[in-house]
């Protein structure tokens, strides 16, 4: 199964594909891809002649597939990308033909974004045999952490376990976001090497010790005075602070709990696995457990639904104040 890096390695090491049809949900890493193919590939002085971005809704498969077969003008192979590709949906299996005997001085690029092409059909089948086919999987909340880290690493930066989970809580999941606030915080903090829970609020705002992370830690450390602070921190800054998160960070907490109890190996990392955390967490989890049985947890996510559904002001016209008191107090009562 090929990766983003493997498809990386194998064009710098100069094993080019005649095609590369990138799909799936994560438009990021369907970009990564093409971003890279389209200013690697030919030299600067090439990409006038030799290289083409057309758009699907601007073409279709005959005019691709006719701009495919061409030769090149000044360099040894053309490059054809064409984004937004999903757009040819309805055509795209009238591109089995050409994907069975492609021209090989040409490198053909789909940017086929948030669908994927129907994998018993005989266009998938020809593309996965000789040519490269990348699904971009949507990453999922509780692996923003990783992404996270992975990236920074790329940027020779280190993060804490903590400050990871600081900013995912803060980014949300939108990966282009993420990518380009990383690449504003390498830019604002110096020689610094180990970004903290402490650089973070220092250099982008956030708390560090008011935000979603440490809500869910004092409610499952049953902390009322905390988790009554946080919520009031979270009321006066409501922009920042949308109860819809709250509460969707809450269900996610909660539904590990859950998952925890049912694990009979009691094992560190057995645990850590069975609820995708990091280990360094674990015990956050563990206490939360101890402190929250199956039953109580099903009370929880009826709370969390009926707060979800008045933060949406239906049935209610709540302050964000009473709504968050009425979280915490329900929860913890």
């Known amino acids: 199964m090929h990766t983003v890096q493997s498809i990386l390695n194998e064009i710098k090491s100069g094993k080019i594909s005649p095609i590369y049809f990138l799909m799936g949900e994560e438009s990021f890493f369907i970009d990564q891809i093409s971003t890279f193919i389209e200013t690697s590939l030919l030299e600067e002085g090439q990409r006038g002649f030799d290289q083409t971005v057309i758009y699907g809704k601007d073409t279709s498969i005959d005019a691709i597939v006719s701009s495919a077969k061409r030769f090149p003008m000044m360099a040894s192979r053309q490059v054809i990308i064409v984004k937004e590709a999903q757009n040819l949906s309805r055509t795209i299996e009238q591109l089995l033909a050409y994907a069975q005997h492609p021209q090989p001085t040409t490198t053909l690029v789909f940017c086929y974004k948030y669908k994927t092409i129907d994998k018993r059909k005989a266009l998938y089948k020809a593309l996965s045999k000789t040519h490269v086919v990348f699904e971009s999987k949507k990453v999922y909340d509780s692996k923003i952490p990783a992404f996270i880290s992975s990236e920074l690493h790329k940027m020779n930066l280190q993060i804490t376990p903590k400050a990871s989970y600081l900013l995912s809580d ?135 639904r009926t707060m979800d559904t008045k933060s949406k002001g239906v049935d209610a016209n709540l302050k964000p104040k009473d709504l968050y008191n009425e979280l915490v107090f329900r929860i913890l009562n």
Request: proline share 4%; no cysteine.
């Open 170 to 304: 803060y980014l949300g999941n939108d990966l282009s976001k993420i990518s380009n606030e990383l690449t504003k915080l390498k830019l604002v903090i110096g020689h610094e090497t180990m970004i903290t829970p402490e650089l973070i609020q220092d250099n982008i705002g956030i708390s560090k010790d008011y935000n979603n992370f440490e809500l869910q830690n004092a409610i499952a450390q049953l902390n009322h005075k905390k988790a009554y602070q946080i919520v009031r921190y979270f009321s006066e800054n409501p922009n920042q602070h949308p109860m819809v998160v709250t509460v969707a960070t809450l269900y996610n907490f909660f539904t590990k709990l859950m998952t925890l109890h049912t694990v009979s190996d009691r094992n560190p990392k057995t645990l850590s696995r069975a609820i995708g955390v990091n280990p360094y967490f674990l015990d956050d989890y563990i206490v939360g457990a101890r402190n929250f049985p199956m039953r109580r947890i099903s009370g929880v996510f009826q709370t969390l």
